[in-house]
């Protein structure tokens, strides 16, 4: 037996009781049964010791890598930190892969199965998907186009714009693949335009009900037209679409999944966490207009912001429909040499409160593609509840919070809500033992309390 503090603490325990206990496995004993006693009862469990083992060690690696490659972050390369931190789990924790293991318990529909829904439909919408080509290799743009002909809704066309790409392979490699299936559609710009241009000139062929948006080496789910019609014959009004999404590396492995959450206003003003894969109806981008070539690098961003404020229905879908391709030519590249397009990214959001009458200052976080939006037009009258707090700490509390209209009322814990009640300004705030640490955190809640953000 030991002592154990933690325990001790946690439960008043007496030092004296040494809660802890360390129990020693002989070396080659792989299962023995661990008989647990108290007073009336008795339990035993088998135990593997090889399991159990393998279970602590990922777990303690893990933690430790996580740990190690946050601290490391803050010094210097945040995506070279992660590509670290990645290899140091696949090299020490084996190849043990969860992701993997959650792909076999999740995706499990046949394309068999989708037949007689598909066939149920009501709306079975042409899907225009649109992708800008420039230069890429041909195996990857390839893939891209067998993950559209291999998709199980069959009504869509591929647009495909090359951006007067220099590499002589492209012309011919997209002459073919548009004869092959009248599905695709192509055509050579004059001269390049970068990616917003080459996605509307993408846009200017296509003649689908609705349109879809992907990069010309990146991959689309088999399921995903699929899904998407699904969303759109089970609510009519959708007019955007998005989905979840994972990577794929140049052996087809996925991983890095991104679980989204449903439609935020107010997150997607702090970043642009929809991405791919995204459809519209053709209306809805006809309303609010194609890609904006001055907001390149965050093109996306800056259209995503302008067609959810006129779209009558966002719908999330919370299935990985979209891989975006991870290549070794990009994986060591330093964000930072991309500062532009983190910086179209801050000027997408200033062009969204512009429009919505929003005044605010628009910064860029330390961690690139977010941002923080600092509200110049609101300052409500606050009422601060403290409960559970001294009077010197209340006093504490008033000389510390910067901020131009509040008021500090103490309270007892169970009069809080009385209190509140009787209050006339206009947000209250409540206190229960807390105290800030900061000066401008009042401001920092009022914030996130505008009327159009909560």
Not at 354 to 363: F, T
């Amino acid at each position: 037996r030991n002592t154990r503090v933690d325990l001790e603490k946690t439960y008043g325990l007496d030092p004296s009781d040494q809660a802890g206990f360390t129990i020693v496995i002989p070396q080659g004993v792989q299962n023995f049964d661990l008989m647990c006693q108290a007073p009336g009862t008795t339990m035993t469990r088998h135990i593997n010791v090889q399991r159990l083992m393998s279970r602590f060690r990922m777990q303690y690696i893990s933690t430790r890598v996580h740990r190690l490659m946050f601290y490391a972050a803050h010094l210097g390369n945040r995506e070279a930190m992660k590509d670290l931190r990645d290899a140091v789990r696949r090299r020490v924790v084996g190849e043990t892969d969860f992701y993997d293991s959650w792909i076999q318990r999740h995706e499990t529909m046949t394309q068999q199965e989708a037949e007689p829904v598909i066939a149920a439909f009501s709306k079975t919408p042409l899907i225009s998907v649109v992708t800008p080509v420039y230069n890429v290799d041909e195996v990857w743009l390839r893939k891209c186009v067998e993950s559209m002909q291999n998709q199980w809704y069959t009504n869509w066309e591929l647009c495909l714009a090359d951006d007067h790409s220099p590499s002589a392979h492209v012309k011919p490699l997209l002459e073919e693949l548009a004869a092959s299936d009248s599905r695709i559609k192509i055509v050579f710009r004059d001269s390049n335009g970068r990616i917003a241009a080459a996605t509307n000139s993408a846009i200017e062929l296509a003649t689908g009900d609705y349109v879809g948006f992907m990069d010309n080496d990146d991959e689309l789910a088999p399921q995903a037209l699929f899904e998407v019609v699904r969303a759109l014959n089970d609510q009519p009004d959708t007019d955007f679409v998005y989905s979840d999404e994972d990577k794929i590396n140049e052996q087809g492995k996925r991983f890095d999944p991104f679980f989204k959450p449903n439609y935020s206003p107010n997150l997607l003003l702090g970043h642009n966490y929809i991405t791919h894969f995204v459809v519209v109806s053709r209306a809805l981008l006809d309303k609010v207009g194609a890609l904006r070539s001055e907001y390149d690098g965050s093109q996306d961003y800056d259209f995503v912001l302008r067609a959810t404020e006129q779209a009558h229905h966002v719908h999330h879908i919370p299935q990985m429909l979209y891989h975006w391709r991870t290549l070794a030519s990009s994986v060591a590249g330093d964000p930072r040499s991309k500062m532009y397009a983190y910086e179209a990214g801050r000027k997408a959001i200033e062009a969204a409160l512009e429009r919505r009458g929003i005044a605010g200052d628009v910064r860029m976080l330390d961690n690139l593609g977010t941002y923080k939006i600092d509200y110049a037009d609101y300052t409500p009258t606050v009422a601060v509840v403290a409960s559970s707090l001294a009077d010197a700490q209340v006093k504490q509390l008033r000389e510390m919070t910067d901020y131009p209209s509040f008021t500090v009322i103490a309270a007892a814990a169970d009069s809080v809500n009385d209190v509140a009640k009787r209050r006339s300004e206009d947000v209250i705030v409540l206190l229960n033992g807390m105290k800030p640490t900061d000066g401008t955190w009042l401001r920092e809640m009022v914030n996130y309390a505008r009327p159009s953000s909560v």
